[in-house]
């Protein structure tokens, strides 16, 4: 049963998944680096195995306005894609990649479209990682962004998950800029039956 | 007015007498649902992500398994069914993307409770449901009053 595998996840396993969210951020945040022609860290990604119930709250306060990018991954082993960012680093980033003064509040479809455009080539270089570690074809889905509380929209990203699990795997990493102050979550959500298939193919019998 | 407000978690259900009050944040595509008895003035909140529970899962995740849940609590702290009027917020679509059919949830989540409560007989007495903002939703017990807060649409009274 997925639910199980979600409840009974061993170290070696968690430290597979680990694995595979350090190699994916680390292509990612390399790539992130490379289009913005800066040093852009990133936290030591976490894989954690909550209740739905706490799910909400794992970025903070749950009804803080930000700005979520989501993505559906589609093949061997679906998964959905969030990139959450507070209003101060979607105004940095989206002003950096756009050369001009840009307001949270106000917000542009040529913002928008520049916000999605970052993370879609962040999922994509996490993506060719994991696709290279598991033999898989994943591929991504168009970008779509939502502005909103944090709660909402992270609610709204596992309801996937939920249909199969009262608990969800979250492998996030945290993307920093120091000198520009662009912090956001990148989280890779598998959804439950996936679980299973991404360890099998990293050679565990489950 | 002392009350402390208890938070209503996703995928889960409280109920209080007055004055208590219940709060739930951040509800994009799910559902919050009160239930109140104006006469005995016990109340109740349940926050559901999905409509069917289909494999035996966590009952307050779903509306079909969750809302009968939540009335059992309710009659065992002294509400009547008969009393009980509903007001509900949420089911909105968060994203636009439309070419998956989990993400027009919100508006069957919607639909899932109204059906519900009809067949509870359970007046629906207010909402706030639908469109494309997230919602937090405050319950007080004294009086059954809903207020659903968003940052789009600010303040609204149920």
Redesign the interface.
């Known amino acids: 049963m997925s639910e199980d595998i979600l409840e009974s996840l061993d170290d070696m396993a968690r430290d597979a998944l680990k694995e595979i969210g350090n190699i994916g951020a680390g292509n990612a945040a390399t790539a992130f680096a490379q289009f913005l022609d800066r040093k852009i860290d990133m936290t030591v990604p976490s894989v954690n195995i909550i209740p739905l119930a706490e799910a909400q709250e794992i970025t903070g306060d749950s009804s803080q306005l930000v700005a979520g990018v989501m993505l559906k991954v589609m093949g061997e082993a679906p998964a959905t894609i969030l990139f959450l960012l507070p209003p101060e680093s979607v105004e940095n980033l989206v002003g950096m990649v756009a050369d001009k003064e840009v307001s949270f509040e106000e917000l542009d479809e040529v913002d928008i479209s520049a916000l999605e455009e970052i993370v879609n080539i962040l999922s994509g270089s996490y993506l060719n990682a994991l696709n290279r570690m598991t033999g898989f074809n994943l591929v991504q889905s168009v970008p779509d962004c939502a502005v909103d509380m944090a709660g909402a929209i992270l609610s709204t990203s596992l309801i996937p998950v939920g249909k199969t699990s009262d608990y969800t795997l979250l492998i996030d990493t945290q993307f920093i800029d120091q000198g520009e102050k662009i912090e956001g979550y990148f989280m890779l959500i598998p959804h439950a039956d996936s679980l299973q298939k991404i360890l099998n193919e990293l050679g565990f019998d489950l | 007015m002392s009350a402390d407000e208890i938070k209503i978690?996703?995928?889960?259900y409280g109920v209080v007498e007055a004055p208590g009050r219940l709060v739930t944040?951040?509800?994009?595509?799910?559902v919050g649902i009160t239930l109140y008895d104006p006469r005995s003035r016990v109340g109740g909140m349940i926050h559901v992500?999905?409509p069917e529970n289909k494999?035996g899962?966590?009952p307050a995740?779903y509306a079909d398994t969750g809302l009968p849940l939540l009335v059992d609590e309710l009659e065992d702290e002294g509400a009547k069914r008969s009393r009980l009027v509903a007001k509900i917020a949420g089911g909105?679509a968060?994203?636009?993307?439309s070419?998956?059919s989990?993400?027009n949830?919100?508006e069957r989540n919607v639909e899932k409770v109204r059906q519900i409560l009809n067949d509870m007989d359970v007046e629906i007495a207010g909402e706030d449901v639908g469109e494309?903002?997230?919602?937090?939703m405050k319950f007080s017990a004294e009086d059954g009053e809903v207020v659903v807060s968003?940052?789009?649409k600010g303040e609204i009274t149920l």
């Open positions: 978690r996703m995928a889960e944040i951040g509800l994009g595509s799910c992500m999905l494999k899962l966590k995740k909105a968060m994203f636009s993307i070419d998956n989990s993400l949830v919100g494309d903002y997230g919602r937090t968003s940052h789009k």
